[in-house]
């Protein structure tokens, strides 16, 4: 069974920095991209980056210049470095990948979410 676990949301005063963590772990073979999202609506979420295994990244652009995503060696863990974060940066971010099991089953897998809030 295939877990993306989440960790470093937190309180942050404006200006600050946080770094998010998210392993995966379970029965993979591969990770082809790793990313997170932070919900919009109830039923919607956006990108925030995205990183792949070949190490291309995308960004949205309400952060760029701000937030660094990154994948360890391992390629199983991704993390968010978020600086000069804004109130409007405060949000859940969800880990989000696209798994191959050792099964060949491929598909995508959230995690559960960290909350992130900016504020004085």
């Known amino acids: 069974q295939v877990q993306l676990v989440e960790s470093g949301g937190g309180l942050v005063q404006p200006g600050g920095s946080l770094r998010l963590s998210c392993a995966a772990s379970g029965s993979i ?27 291309n990244t995308s960004y949205a652009d ?33 880990c989000h990948a696209h798994i191959t099991t050792y099964s060949m089953s491929s598909m995508y897998y959230w995690g559960k979410g960290t909350l992130v809030t900016v504020s004085s």
Do not use: C, H
Request: no cysteine; proline share 2%.
């Open 29 to 55: 073979f591969s990770i082809s991209v790793m990313g997170w999202y932070r919900r919009v609506t109830e039923n919607q979420r956006e990108l925030v980056a995205s990183v792949t295994s070949v190490g």
């Open 62 to 94: 309400s952060v760029k210049g701000r937030f660094t995503i990154s994948r360890d060696n391992a390629k199983t863990t991704v993390y968010l470095q978020m600086n000069g974060l804004k109130p409007e940066d405060t949000d859940v971010y969800y």
